[in-house]
């Protein structure tokens, strides 16, 4: 196991090099910079604006330059926000954070719950309910979905604020604080989770019924045990494991912002200011950003592939 | 035990595959919410196909003295902010929204499918080098890439109501790696069940494990991610207008039809421009899982019963 | 799976250009209270809503969070990029947050006239060439120390410094020594002179009527931005960007990045503390109709239209404001294109634009038809040049002379070439409305339109490299009508007119800026209007209006096409 994770991680640098390469060119190829989109620059101005920021370079030096302030971990300085990448990434990316791992835990504990349930009740009532609620919530855009969600709880209701994270202008301090930021999250979690919750539910109901099928599920049951415990035990264990390759994909999600929820509840998170980023293009930002999730995802590439090994044993005998 | 009487007959009609196929097919028309599926699917294709030829506004466009009515006699739900009528729009939609939907489907179902089963099967060299390329290809932005896209299609002039066909395919293109990893850790731990020691001990070829003993297990899998795409791809095709990629005005697609009714006033004053599209959406893909759980049950007798 | 995440990702971008679109094309009005029923029939379409103030009928009916919050004002801001210092930020938003604090030397009216601000009055030499500032008695900075000439001379210097990075090109009021400072080793610049605390004279080379506002913008402070200042480094400044010390209305809290930027009435200031106490931007995006609602913002624009204005009126609490941008909206010419070279085909492309229905249909008399470059609420605005008509006839006559002639398939040809044009620009907003109605516009004349939508930031990098033959665009606010017209001018480097102009226009161009004197210079915009109607530069499409709310608990908002709600921040007060 210890040399299979040591090999692991050493293939992560190709990869990563390769990702580095692949972002800095893409960003590269996109039309329009920084310093053209402002209107009101005379072209005097544009072309010592150019030299001043070192865009006269040919994209190959500016790219090994990129790269070797990357392997100092230095991931530029952002040109809007005129302070380093870092800095405006560490300054938004904590409360998209706590939504989404709020959302995550969310949506996994209640997918799981109405996978097994659909899977063991497949085609009752409640089970054609649950799939009619998820695809309609899948056949609705987001935007309109927090739209709704809006209107609804801080609007009419009043019962929760429509966006922000904090009440304006408030200086609470300890509990008061954590109090005001979770009543402000509860509306951008609900909507991340009603969007998230579709595909995991199916993924579970689906790997539930194939597991309920097997030949272990059969001996459990010959064997007297109760049902509860042959469902929780042995299938939603079963089911589980390939549900470690799900988790994986959702672990860079965690840091990687959700753009619209974000946008329509004014939450202050990453994913709102990548997107604003991207219309000034402020090229540093993104780039930094982009190669900051790769890292991400790659690592939880290899986690999923270890603990895949971990959880199920036989795998990895096998290798 | 039923199933292993099952499962002789079929092993023992296997030489002839034409009745397997009657089988499935037999075992398919039985089931009653599969057909519904497949005839409410029949209703939205022949809808968006047909339908325009019957409408009196299919040439009409613009009408700035007609916008926003509600649904009427003349225009049976209601004109749009245009004035153009809703239903013709909502059936010429369906044509656009439906192929891309299902093209998407189709294509990411197969590419990330056969590759997450060549990766899980064969392991070893064959499986570094995909998921290697999976996980670069995963970290890949998506913005920039459609940026990019947008700007090499519009150099080339390729023209506007192909593009949505051509980035579709480019999306599926690098969009593989999700799907493939997930069948590649479902074959991992299928080739560790009994039934798959057991074709090891009786010397099965790579092929007949391969079709006859993996792939009906992945195909639930399969199922599940196929129908979660498509009304993914119907509706994010409207977005990609954003980057010149989707389907331009004056031409209609579910997506730009719900997201042009953009504000809480129109969703509370003008229900006629969104509810259509989006329970056409909505319809599409519930007609589809239950189409694509009849197949599932069909071709894989286990899942039937409980 | 990864598609849902391409897709995912795709949506956020899909919302935020509609956002964009809500945002951006701020406009509308409407007087009559039985109100355009947005459009009916053709005679409804064509009422433009009148620039009006409409008071809330209900004050009562003000949500109870606004109440509780007393003497603060909130309002709405989209994210900025944080740098607060004059002339530095680079994000238009920044500019905001800096008028609250930062008032200019010399401010401009709703007319877009100038008038006194830090500065009491200004004397312009004879011969247009030297700037004389009087500062108002006793100014301080919000922390209470003096603001003198010298922070003028500062402010200017460090806009000549080689390292300055930021976007004001000061150059452009030829300051006598200016060069010197910037690309010689001058140690100062010659042309500013000191003459006392209170008063400044400025030296130039060149009459230019932009000069006065270019010298009269912010002052910063010298003892603070200037501390440790030499020449050719500035990078001591970049700690001072979110730690600013103004001279204006209110005086700057904190920031919390992503969420709101906190004043306090600054008691220094020379009009007066303001009565309100304190205020708030908040960070929001686009249009933000439900926190106006709900009472967590005192005031917010939003897009004009009639469906905002009624939204408005139905809260009750919300005192309607209805105003004229500068701005105005045009579909740029490709100058370059052969097609185009022939000023009867730019015209023919007018002509045959169904312009009035498109404007009425998206901005349902919110907005009016555009005829010169120059909006309605400017002095050099004029209604006697151009026409809003739509004569697809004589547009058809103007083709034929210039050459097109019908092709078999309805498409006009010259010289075996196709009359097919490609038009760019972003998706949602006006863009939707537009093509359909030119689409079936230019197929009734012979022209085909081929439409490519794209974001703003790739369509300036597209129309930079000439790809396009026609583009969208509006023009950010227009501080003086010389704005509106500078970018004709052959020695402009506006690549979007690349290859408009001759000598002619020029010195049209040129005419309005030679004199200090309004009343010649709005002869000499007539002049060039007529001038470019012969030979038109862009199609004309709107002068939007925008159409903003504000909480009838706060009076004193009264925003205008110039300066937006800057100017009204030191009225703010508490209802009685």
Redesign the interface.
């Known amino acids: 196991m210890k040399g299979y994770v040591v090999k692991r991680l050493f293939y992560m640098i190709p990869t990563l090099f390769g990702a580095s390469i692949l972002i800095f060119f893409l960003y590269s190829l996109v039309p329009g910079n920084f310093i053209d989109a402002d209107q009101n620059l005379t072209a005097e101005r544009k072309a010592e604006l150019y030299e001043l920021h070192g865009y006269n370079e040919p994209v190959v030096i500016r790219y090994f330059i990129w790269l070797k302030n990357l392997l100092k971990g230095d991931l530029g300085y952002s040109l809007q926000f005129q302070l380093p990448v870092g800095e405006v990434i560490g300054n938004y990316i904590w409360s998209s954070f706590i939504v989404a791992l709020a959302s995550l835990i969310l949506t996994w504990f209640i997918a799981i719950l109405v996978g097994i349930v659909s899977a063991i009740r497949q085609y009752s009532i409640w089970d054609t309910f649950i799939t009619i609620i998820v695809f309609a919530a899948m056949a609705t855009p987001s935007f309109f979905l927090g739209l709704v969600i809006i209107k609804i709880f801080a609007v009419d209701l009043g019962w929760l604020p429509a966006g922000g994270m904090i009440s304006t202008g408030s200086n609470f301090t300890g509990w008061e604080y954590v109090k005001d930021v979770a009543e402000h999250m509860i509306l951008p979690v609900l909507v991340l989770t009603m969007l998230g919750i579709g595909g995991l539910t199916r993924y579970f109901r689906t790997n539930m019924l194939e597991v309920i099928k097997q030949d272990f599920m059969r001996t459990a049951r010959a064997k007297g045990l109760k049902e509860r415990v042959v469902i929780f035990k042995h299938g939603l264990r079963n089911a589980l494991l390939p549900a470690i390759t799900l988790f994986s994909f959702e672990l860079p999600a965690l840091f990687g912002g959700a753009i619209i929820t974000e946008q329509i509840f004014n939450w202050p998170g990453i994913g709102a200011i990548y997107m604003q980023a991207f219309s000034v293009r402020d090229y540093p930002l993104l780039m930094g950003f982009t190669m900051f999730i790769a890292v991400l995802t790659v690592l939880s590439n290899l986690l999923a592939d270890i603990l895949y090994g971990i959880a199920d044993p036989r795998v990895r005998v096998k290798k | 035990m039923e199933s292993s009487a099952v499962t002789l007959e079929k092993n023992k009609k296997l030489p002839r595959s034409s009745s397997l196929w009657r089988q499935i097919a037999r075992r398919f028309l039985q089931n009653k ?1 599969s057909l519904i599926g497949l005839a409410f699917l029949i209703f939205i294709i022949l809808f968006s196909f047909i339908g325009p030829f019957f409408s009196p506004y299919v040439n009409l ?2 009408d ?2 007609n ?2 009515q509600s649904p009427s006699a003349q225009h049976w739900l209601g004109t749009d ?2 004035g153009r009528d809703v239903l013709t729009r909502l059936m010429l939609a369906g044509r656009i929204s439906l192929l891309v939907g299902l093209g ?1 489907m189709v294509m ?1 179902v197969v590419i ?1 499918g056969v590759l997450g089963i060549i990766s899980g099967f064969y ?1 070893g060299i064959v499986d ?1 080098i995909i ?2 390329i ?15 896209m ?2 090499i299609l ?2 080339w002039k390729v023209p ?1 109501e192909y593009r949505i066909y051509i980035v579709m395919l480019m ?2 293109i ?6 493939a ?2 069948v590649r ?2 074959i ?2 299928l ?4 039934f798959m020691q057991a074709t090891e001990a009786l010397g099965l070829r790579d092929t007949r494990k391969l079709f006859k003993h993996l792939l009906p ?1 992945i195909i ?2 399969l ?3 196929g ?3 498509v ?3 119907i ?2 095709e ?7 990629l ?1 389907v ?3 031409d209609a697609s579910w ?1 730009n039809m ?3 009714a ?8 003008r229900p006629w421009l ?1 509810v259509p599209p ?2 056409a ?2 319809l599409t ?2 007609s589809i ?1 239950l189409l694509g759980d009849g197949l599932r049950d069909a071709i894989d007798p ?2 039937r ?2 | 799976m990864t598609l849902k995440k391409f897709v995912s990702a795709v949506g956020i971008i899909g919302l935020s250009a509609l956002l964009v679109a809500c945002g951006g094309g701020d406009s509308a009005t409407n007087t009559n209270e039985q109100n355009v029923a947005a459009g009916q029939s053709d005679g409804v379409q064509k009422i433009i809503v009148e620039d009006a103030f409409i008071p809330a009928e209900n004050p009562a009916a003000s949500p109870e969070i606004a109440v509780k919050r007393g003497d603060t004002v909130v309002v709405g801001l989209q994210e900025p990029g944080g740098v607060f210092t004059p002339y530095f930020n680079t994000s238009g938003y920044d500019g905001n947050v800096q008028s609250v604090m930062f008032e200019p030397l010399v401010d401009i009216n709703e007319k877009g006239e100038t008038v006194a601000g830090l500065a009491e009055k200004w004397d312009i030499s004879q011969d247009g060439l030297v700037y004389t500032f009087t500062l108002r008695e006793g100014l301080k900075f919000d922390d209470g120390t003096p603001l003198t000439a010298a922070d003028i001379e500062f402010t200017l210097t460090l806009l000549h410094d080689p390292a300055y990075a930021g976007n004001t090109d000061i150059t452009e009021a030829s300051i006598v020594g200016g060069l010197d400072y910037k690309n010689g080793d001058a140690a100062s610049v010659s042309g500013i002179k000191v003459i006392d605390e209170r008063t400044i004279e400025i030296a130039t080379d060149k009459v230019n009527a932009r000069t006065l506002r270019l010298l009269g913008g912010s002052v910063l402070k010298k003892d603070y931005y200037g501390n440790g200042y030499v020449k050719g480094n500035l990078d001591y400044l970049t700690p001072l960007h979110q730690k600013p010390i103004g001279a204006g209305p209110y005086r700057f809290v904190a920031y919390l990045p992503g969420q709101e930027i906190r004043y306090e009435a600054n008691e220094y200031y020379y009009g007066g503390a303001p009565k309100a106490k304190g205020f708030i931007y908040k960070t929001t995006v686009g249009d933000a109709q439900q926190f106006f609602q709900t009472g967590e913002l005192d005031y917010s624009a939003l897009a004009a239209n009639q469906d905002n204005f009624e939204f408005l009126q139905a809260l009750g609490f919300a005192d309607i404001n209805i105003y004229t941008s500068s701005a105005y909206s045009y579909m740029a010419f490709n100058h370059e294109k052969e097609v185009f070279k022939d000023p009867k085909v730019r015209q023919a492309f007018s002509l045959g634009l169904d312009r009035q229905t498109i404007i009425s249909t998206f901005y349902q008399g919110f907005a009016q038809v555009a005829n010169v470059p120059v909006s309605p609420t400017s002095w050099a605005y004029t209604a006697d040049v151009g026409s809003t008509a739509y004569d697809p006839e004589k547009a058809k006559a103007l083709l034929e002379e210039a050459g097109w002639v019908l092709g078999t398939d309805g498409i006009r040809e010259k010289d075996g070439k196709k009359l097919t044009v490609y038009y760019f620009t972003t998706a949602g907003g006006l863009g939707d409305t537009l093509i359909p109605i030119a689409k079936e516009n230019y197929k009734e004349i012979g022209i085909d339109l081929q439409v490519e939508q794209m974001d703003f930031n790739a369509l300036l990098a597209r129309v930079d490299k000439g790809d396009h033959d026609l583009a969208s665009f509006s023009t950010p606010m227009l501080p003086d009508p010389y704005n509106g017209v500078e970018s004709f001018h052959t020695k402009s480097t506006n690549s979007t007119f690349k290859g408009f102009g001759n000598e002619e226009i020029d010195a049209l161009i040129d005419a309005t800026v030679a004199t200090n004197d309004i009343a010649e210079r709005t002869a000499a915009f007539h002049e060039l209007y007529k001038a470019l109607d012969e030979n038109p530069p862009v199609i004309y499409m709107g002068y939007t209006k925008v159409l903003s709310g504000a909480n009838a608990r706060i009076e004193g908002f009264t925003p205008n096409g110039y300066r937006g709600i800057a100017s009204s921040l030191r009225n703010l007060r508490l209802a009685e």
């Open positions: 919410m466009g613009v700035p003295t916008i926003n902010k245009l998407a990411s990330g392991r570094q998921m290697r999976a996980d670069v290809l995963m970290t890949l932005p998506g913005l920039p890439l459609l940026f990019i947008a700007a519009s150099e506007t999306l599926s690098v969009g593989w790696p999700g799907l990893r997930l850790s479902q991992l731990s080739s560790e069940r009994q297990n639930p899998l199922i599940v991610s129908t979660l795409s009304g993914g791809a509706l994010s409207s977005t990609l207008s954003f980057f010149g989707g331009v005005p004056p997506g719900i997201t042009s953009n504000s809480l006033l129109d969703f509370q004053k969104w989006g329970l959406i909505f893909v519930i899982n286990n899942m019963r409980r």
